[in-house]
């Protein structure tokens, strides 16, 4: 089925760094979700963006849905032990199908 | 808000037994609700939805025979894993989303271990 292309795959930085992850698609999505998976956990969903061009914060972390309504990027400032996880886009596309098209995910692993 | 339990959160069954998962939304109405399967180290692979009061719609190559779902009121759904060989063991996942809401809020995972 399809699927987001999400890049990059994994990351290992060092405390107090920022992080910045993006996806990209082939066709229109209407709405991008970002979620945070810890190993054993579900997701758990950070930001919600719903229009092109939006930029949205929670905290130390922010996202955009792009322009093109192609992509979305998540930026992570100042990143801190807690961070590591692995980080899931996820987006409805303009098909509306109701299924959720998720990337391949980001894990981030922080060295304190 | 957006509360989305899941439960049991970890189970070991032998081979050939039947294993009821549960997911409920605690406060919120889910008109729709998921379930997925993880592999180790992969995205979310989704298995079926299910809306209220329907029989649920399976993906491709999903056996419906195999993973019963049933969604009988607007806050709980399960999946019954019948008959359960060790190909069966995996995270499974539920999550549950609002009528006209484009947005999916997960359960935190069942562990299944099929001895």
């Known amino acids: 089925g399809q699927q987001l292309n999400q890049s990059p795959q994994s990351m290992f930085i060092q405390e107090g760094e920022d992080v910045s992850m993006n996806c990209t698609s082939s066709?229109?999505?209407?709405?991008w979700l970002w979620y945070k998976q810890d190993p054993g956990e579900g997701p758990v969903l950070l930001i919600a963006?719903?229009?092109?061009?939006e930029l949205t914060s929670n905290g130390r972390l922010t996202a955009q849905f792009g322009i093109t309504r192609k992509d979305s990027f998540l930026n992570i400032s100042a990143s801190i032990p807690s961070d590591v996880g692995i980080y899931f886009c996820a987006g409805y596309d303009s098909g509306n199908t109701g299924k959720l098209i998720f990337g391949q995910g980001t894990t981030l692993q922080v060295k304190p | 808000g957006a509360v989305v339990s899941q439960h049991p959160s970890w189970v070991i069954c032998k081979s050939g037994t039947s294993v009821k998962i549960e997911c409920r939304s605690l406060d919120f109405q889910a008109t729709t609700m998921f379930w997925y399967r993880q592999f180790p180290k992969q995205s979310l692979m989704l298995m079926a939805t299910s809306n209220e009061g329907s029989k649920a719609t399976y993906e491709q190559g999903v056996e419906k025979d195999k993973f019963l779902i049933n969604h009988a009121s607007l806050t709980l759904s399960t999946l019954t894993v019948t008959s359960a060989h060790p190909e069966d063991s995996s995270f499974y996942i539920c999550?549950?989303?609002?009528?006209?809401?484009?947005?999916?809020?997960f359960g935190a995972g069942t562990r299944l271990s099929v001895l």
């Open positions: 963006l719903y229009k092109a061009g």
């Open positions: 066709s229109i999505f209407n709405t």
């Open positions: 999550s549950a989303q609002a009528s006209g809401k484009n947005i999916q809020y």
